[in-house]
């Protein structure tokens, strides 16, 4: 086990109210009793845009961080009717935000527009969660790490403070499927992964990139024995309290 700063990042999707509040609270107090431990995680909840402000002003938590799931990629306010800019989730308190997300790629997200949206976010000073992924077909097909090339080159520029880049590689075929890659293979693909940033963004700071796909308390200490795995984005389960808590403490016993 490295000494290095692990992400346990949740993504609720669409879900949860005012009342889930206390889901926050139960993790909060188990972050207290970690404390020390505590030192090499961080913990990033990211919620419905309608939960962002009121859990940020209930929540005096120094050990949780909220973030939002996605954002507009227009800077100032516009004829966009029901979305939300970078600017505004930044105004409600988001410190994160997830973009590229695999089930906002199949509604229409493209490399370009996650780009903008990167650039978007970044000039309001928030920190991204990229995702990137294949799909089972693309899999299948031996594509794998050509896709994930694209998609870093499509959305990313040099100029970026990778500083304030989290890369979360989700491959979409595991996604809320109870599948997770063979250990082996996602070895490789972290490895493709930070090299391919050092290589296209000559970068002297490696991004975090972390995995996420159906990880949970009982396969979630498959994955401690990767190094270059900085952390998870974890979705189904961190809509629970006892789910997520089961994937930190797991991942350390
Ligand atoms: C996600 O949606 O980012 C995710 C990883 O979902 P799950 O953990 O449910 O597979």
New binding site residues.
């Given amino acids: 086990m490295t000494n290095k700063l692990k992400y346990f990042i949740g993504?609720w999707?669409m879900f949860g109210d005012f009342g889930s509040l206390k889901i926050i609270y139960q993790i909060h107090r188990f972050c207290v009793g970690l404390k020390r431990r505590l030192k090499k995680n961080k913990i990033i909840l990211c919620v419905p845009t309608t939960l962002i402000y009121y859990f940020n002003t209930k929540l005096k938590s120094k050990f949780i961080s909220i973030g939002a799931q996605n954002c507009h990629s227009h800077d100032t306010y516009g004829p966009f009717t029901g979305s939300v800019n970078a600017s505004m989730l930044k105004n409600a308190g988001a410190k994160y935000v997830i973009l590229g997300?695999s089930e906002n790629r199949t509604e229409g997200d493209t490399n370009r527009l996650i780009k903008k949206k990167i650039e978007s976010a970044l000039n309001q000073k928030l920190n991204i969660i990229f995702c990137i992924g294949e799909t089972f077909e693309e899999k299948r097909d031996g594509k794998t790490l050509s896709i994930l090339k694209s998609q870093i080159k499509g959305s990313i520029k040099k100029k970026y403070d990778f500083k304030k880049i989290i890369i979360a590689y989700?491959p979409v075929w595991?996604?809320?499927t109870g599948k997770i890659p063979k250990i082996q293979e996602l070895k490789k693909t972290f490895k493709y992964i930070k090299s391919e940033f050092k290589k296209n963004f000559k970068t002297s700071t490696f991004p975090v990139v972390i995995y996420?796909?159906?990880?949970n308390g009982k396969n979630v200490h498959k994955f401690s024995s990767i190094s270059e795995i900085d952390g998870f984005?974890?979705?189904?389960?961190s809509q629970s309290s006892k789910k997520f808590i089961d994937i930190i403490r797991n991942y350390y016993k």
């Fill in positions: 993504n999707k997300h989700e595991s996604i809320g996420g796909g159906s990880v984005l974890i979705g189904g389960a």
